[in-house]
């Protein structure tokens, strides 16, 4: 099962500190927090919520954050099982001050990629496009550099975010932002 790190890293989540929009509307990431919950065998929901601050409006916030929100990947347990994940839809409060609320509930939910990409190779073997025995080892060689991909992605932000909390623990600016 991926955990909320692994789901964070995997859409690289912004950090408390960090701004999302064009630099001239820029929204600053006041807090984030995403949760890690079991629902069903091969199926996590991920809470989400944090909180922006600046200018622009609700309008303004609901196409920033729609562009975090509107994005699918997909990552692997730590057994290598492969899962789909998504932020799902996000809502969207005005707290005041310029300050919003946003919330949201993520999904993983266990896919059979070998099996579908099998399954394509299949398809361009009898198209004539590949032959049968290539298919399985590429399907098994690309599946491992996948693996290995997935993995340097979410160790970079794993420190990333190590790194931010150490430093938002002593009272220091994080030492990933300028």
Do not use: N
Not at 6 to 31: C, H, I, N, Y
Not at 55 to 74: E, H, N, Q, S
Not at 79 to 84: E, I
Not at 112 to 141: I, W, Y
């Amino acid at each position: 099962m991926p955990f909320a790190t692994k789901f964070r890293a995997m859409f690289d989540w912004p950090l408390p500190g960090d701004t999302l929009g064009a630099p001239d509307r820029a929204l600053l990431v006041e807090s984030v927090d995403v949760g890690h919950q079991g629902r069903a065998p091969g199926l996590y929901l991920y809470p989400i919520s944090m909180v922006l601050r600046g200018p622009g409006g609700l309008a303004a916030v609901k196409r920033i954050v729609r562009a975090l929100f509107d994005r699918r990947c997909t990552t692997f347990s730590g057994f290598g099982t492969p899962y789909q994940l998504w932020p799902g839809q996000p809502a969207v409060a005005a707290l005041g001050d310029d300050r919003y609320a946003v919330s949201g509930e993520g999904v993983g939910a266990r896919v059979h990629l070998r099996e579908d990409l099998l399954r394509f190779c299949e398809h361009l073997a009898a198209a004539g496009l590949l032959a049968d025995e290539q298919g399985r080892a590429q399907v098994d060689a690309y599946l491992e550099r996948y693996r290995a991909e997935v993995a340097r992605q979410v160790g970079r932000y794993a420190t990333r975010l190590r790194r931010h909390e150490r430093a938002a623990a002593a009272g220091q600016a994080s030492p990933d932002r300028p």
